[in-house]
């Protein structure tokens, strides 16, 4: 089966919670949550995809494959795909994010759950991210982002002629990525973070800027609940030409053609959603993947599925390890 003539998903984008959303008290898992079921496991897909799309579906069949039981839920802005699909252009990121939350909490299954695995699929990943910053209710012990625009976007992508909703949304993106309308309407937008209009981004941003703690005020609610994942696991294409720069996946910092480590940024050293902690324990893990963007195989599937995926007492744990500049699983 070939996901990568499937999946093509493309970008990916996120959004503001209000302060009110901040994670609950979580009881700790006792003996009786821990038994042979896998968690449930939440897909967000990216730009220009949608919940239904079959390429969607086979993933999470492959995901019950390898963790026989596994409840797959699949987010999404509508129910109807087509609606859902344009939610991937055109829509609030903090809007998006908030009915995520939402939804979630109030699904019959996923919330009585003792917490939840999280896979993000380019601008899913983020989104994904902003889920566990925000409200983590239930809580994600592992979140796997592939592709993901995690230090934001510097150029926006070109669309198919016949992609009228993508060429659409890109026309406005382009001169007018600051305007209040463009930020509060058009996803893309809210993770544009160009080095060179860095002042605006901070200003205007409605997404990136907040979820990343760019801002002077540091929103210890997002430190808190990130470091409480057990593993997030950041994997890049190795030959990504659609997501510009494609070390956004690692978060790192891309200036021309110097590139500035994730360790070796200020982000990292004064931790400011708690990357630093979740390295210091082990629990931050940098991967490369071969090919395009989203050119996956299902043996790269499988094989996360199978480490960071599953039963609560089949968590993996990384061993703590020294603190070393530049990215890669070291």
């Not at 984008?13 to 042979?36: C, E, F, H, R």
Request: aromatic fraction near 10%; include cysteine; glycine fraction near 8%.
């Amino acid at each position: 089966m070939a996901i990568s003539k499937q999946l093509k998903l493309l970008l990916t984008s996120g959004s503001l919670i209000a302060a009110a959303l901040a994670s609950p008290v979580q009881k700790p898992l006792n003996d009786d949550d821990i038994d042979d079921t896998p968690l449930p496991l939440v897909i967000w897909h990216g730009l220009g995809d949608s919940y239904s799309a079959a390429g969607l579906r086979e993933v999470g069949a492959l995901a019950d494959a390898i963790n026989p039981g596994t409840l797959v839920y699949f987010i999404r802005m509508d129910d109807d795909g087509s609606r859902d699909r344009s939610a991937t252009f055109l829509g609030n990121v903090t809007e998006q994010v908030a009915k995520a939350c939402a939804d979630i909490a109030a699904h019959p299954i996923l919330s009585t759950a003792p917490a939840i695995d999280a896979l993000g699929f380019s601008q899913g990943g983020q989104f994904l991210r902003g889920y566990i910053e925000r409200c983590n209710n239930p809580p994600v012990r592992n979140l796997v982002t592939f592709g993901s625009q995690h230090n934001g976007i510097s150029a926006f992508r070109d669309c198919p002629w016949s992609d009228w909703v993508c060429r659409g949304a890109m026309a406005l993106l382009k001169g007018n990525a600051w305007t209040q309308f463009v930020q509060s309407r058009l996803v893309p937008a809210q993770y544009y973070r160009n080095l060179d209009e860095y002042e605006q981004y901070l200003e205007h941003s409605n997404f990136l800027a907040d979820i990343n703690n760019e801002r002077m005020f540091k929103n210890r609610t997002y430190r808190e609940n990130l470091a409480k994942l057990e593993n997030l696991v950041l994997y890049m294409f190795e030959d990504d030409t659609t997501v510009v720069p494609k070390e956004t996946a690692w978060f790192e910092e891309v200036n021309g053609t110097e590139i500035t480590p994730l360790r070796a940024r200020k982000m990292y050293s004064e931790d400011w959603i708690g990357l630093r902690e979740l390295d210091r324990k082990g629990g931050l893990h940098f991967r490369t993947a071969p090919g395009d963007h989203m050119q996956l195989t299902d043996q790269l599937l499988n094989e996360t599925f199978a480490e960071f995926f599953g039963p609560i007492k089949k968590a993996k744990k990384s061993a703590p390890r020294p603190l070393m500049l530049g990215g890669g699983d070291l």
